[in-house]
């Protein structure tokens, strides 16, 4: 049962996306399994489309998928962002291991 409403949720993926550190990432997944609990929703698709449609007031570049890859039809751009912040990149990828953040 969602605990929040479909904005309230929009609101709260962004506000989580602006939190996240300059040379830092999270992956979609991260963020949904974060919000989990708040909102009653666990869908990395769900916070793709937010992103999409709502992303573009944060630091979008800074979410990407779980296996590195930046947002789909924004990399080059996305690339350069992550780079200028000192993000670790393996290849085309970010390195997660390396860059990836969770709220404390």
């Given at each position: 049962m969602a605990r929040v409403t479909p904005q309230e949720y929009v609101e709260e993926v962004l506000?989580?996306?602006?939190?996240?550190?300059?040379?830092?990432?999270m992956s979609y997944g991260a963020i949904a399994d974060v919000l989990a609990?708040?909102?009653g929703r666990n869908s990395a698709r769900q916070v793709g489309t937010i992103m999409a449609r709502h992303g573009g007031g944060v630091p979008w570049h800074r979410v990407v998928t779980s296996a590195g890859r930046m947002p789909p039809g924004h990399e080059?751009?996305?690339r350069q962002r992550l780079l200028s912040e000192g993000v670790p990149l393996k290849g085309d990828r970010v390195n997660m291991a390396l860059a990836g953040w969770l709220p404390s």
């Open positions: 506000s989580l996306v602006e939190r996240i550190p300059e040379g830092r990432v609990d708040l909102s080059q751009e996305a």
